[in-house]
């Protein structure tokens, strides 16, 4: 018999041994849910089989398909209404195979075509992670909407007999392991080709891997376009684009947003790396990015479509078409904006649309809608831009415009009226030579009067999209007012005078003469922006809004909301943001390249009615620029933090309001 102590050893360490056995076990365990909620995030399972406002996985997100619409379903582990009875080989059937538990046919808007490809091994994880680390909600799948004979579920029994392909995936042994990785995220998990791949006429996917040149050509699945991928050059803007939403020359926009903030964003440097090389290697050999050329100022001040992309886009994508990198996206040598077939393009800008949201980006940009422009005005603007830096893609046309907008059933645009006139109108008058010399001037004053201006401001830094949105200093009848007598001057002064008070302390430079031609370009553009008189006799939309003049700023505060909303195209230390170029794009807010002491925006109260009317744009849905969405609280804090720091001196200060009345905001 053994020793009762060498028993009582032995026992314990055989417990000992089951114990660390089981908790192996579970480590394993975890490992394998963890590594499961990896791949479910590269398949993006949980933004199709999560409704809107709905519990996670528990399905209920409509598809609409040329058949009617599907329904996601229920996958997390409630026995009742999801897959919690599911065996592994029948979650792998469901998967792979677009078979479910009971034996029912699955619609191939569940890309199980692709998902044919995933390995045992991943399968395997998904089931782990689906069945352990899933919370199960009870909620009734509904009933797909289906017309005849879509409905006939048996009906893909042959679909699947034509189409799917059950071959796992197979690595190529001429290609390196990253390639080989990327492919495999592509054709399988990532499912790439649901979307990217033309579709036959039994809706079937026209490629499954790269063995055909339509694999990745893009589709049209309407409203969206999802442009082809066999062009891609750039690994690094792919990578950059898929974990941020936005690089240099593109953004996402549409369904790819979803893409990006629920799936790609989260993948590891490695696998975004394995994607890239993947997708660059189908190009063609040769394939060079697209190249882009200078903007011919004759087409943009001299065509209704490029006086329409002045006032209406050229604040973001800027008058060169490359935008503001990270920022608002180009559209130079764009392809999604370039696309042959222009339907994304048309969904956007009629409807508009908001960027991706990822952790590596604090703003989530807005694009506003613009419906209220009419199709032809659309149609111009759209042409001018596919057609202008390089770009050659095809006109958009008033009828597509037309379609699109009775396809996302928008309403019909907004009748003209003074609070949006149109730059177009320019063309329509006899001076328009001169007319369109003076809006130019104002849109690009530091460029063509470099004598006369000092730092790094235009007149629209301040009076934006031309000066035709209302409250938000508009030019709206400005000349009117003129001859007026003026506090500061201590005399009356005259709109030449006003226009020279902006060079000297606006721009810190020096004033234009009253007779040159620059000077009447500029007034006889203001003149004709004449504005419309309200019943109070007053002209409706001008100035800019009036905050409470008991409010009580707070700098601190709005050092911390500068950062928040502003530092991101403003700088952070108000240095403004220049392109590769070196050129301005969005002005500095203080130092030697921004406007002087003497200037009536370094007035706290001015600047803050400015910033609340005008700032942050691309943030709200507000037409034209979606700018504004501050409280007064936060925009009279702002500006009291960015007008009281260093700026340049203005030495005639001490001739300002020679008969008393300083307000109570100036800062000298």
Known sequence: MLNTKVYARLAAAAFLAQGLAIASARADD????????????????????????????????PFKTPGGVVYSTNITPDPKTGVGNYTLEQFGAALRRGVAADGHYLYPAMPYPSFAKVTDEDVKALYAYVM??????????????????????????GWNMLFLDKKPFTPDPTKDEQWNRGAYLIEGLGHCGACHTPRGLA???????NDSPNFLAGSTLTPWRAIGLRNLTSEDDLV???????????????PMTEVIHYSTQHFTGDDLQAIAQY?????????????????????????????????????????DGLGAPNIFPALAGNPAFASEDPTSVLHVVLAGGKAAETEHSKHQFQMPAFARLTDDELAEILTFARKSWGNDANPVTTAQVASMR??????????????????ADLLNEQDSAQLTYGLRLMAETHKLLPNNVGDALDCNSCHLDGGTIAEASPYFGITTLFPVYNKRAGRVISIEDRLNGCFQRSMHGSALPVDSPEMKAMVAYMTWLKGEKGPDGKIRGRGLPKLDRSMKPDPVRGQQVYAEKCAVCHGKNGEGRRNAAGGWVFPPLWGDDSYNIGAGMARTFTAAGFVKANMPIAHQANFPQ???????????????????????????????????????????
Not at 203 to 209: G, I, L, P, R
Not at 242 to 249: H, Q
Request: hydrophobic letters at 35%; glycine letters at 10%; aromatic letters at 8%.
């Open 240 to 254: 950059e684009l898929l974990k941020t939403g936005a690089n240099k020359r593109s953004a996402a926009f549409g």
């Open 626 to 668: 979606a700018q504004g969405g501050l409280s007064d609280q936060d925009a009279l804090d702002i500006a009291d933090f960015f007008t009281h720091q260093p700026r340049a001196d203005y030495p005639p200060k001490v001739n300002d309001w020679p008969k008393g009345d300083k307000p109570a905001d100036s800062r000298y």
């Open 132 to 157: 352990k680390g899933v919370t199960p909600v009870e909620q009734a799948n509904k009933p797909s909407e289906m017309r005849f004979p879509f409905n006939i579920r048996w009906s893909m029994f």
């Open 279 to 319: 997708l660059v290697s189908l190009a063609p050999a040769g394939t060079k990015p697209p190249e882009t050329v200078a903007m011919d100022e004759k087409l943009l001040y001299g065509t209704r479509g490029g006086l329409g992309y002045e006032q209406f886009c050229a604040s973001c994508h800027r008058r």
């Open 30 to 61: 975890a490992d394998l849910v963890a590594r499961g909620e990896y791949l479910a995030r590269l398949g993006d399972c949980g933004a199709c089989h999560t409704g809107e406002g709905g519990k996670f996985m528990a399905g209920g997100l």
């Open 203 to 209: 809706m079937q996917e026209k490629a499954y891997s």
């Open 406 to 423: 009775a396809e996302l059933a928008l309403p019909p645009p907004a009748p003209k009226t003074v609070l949006t006139p149109r730059l």
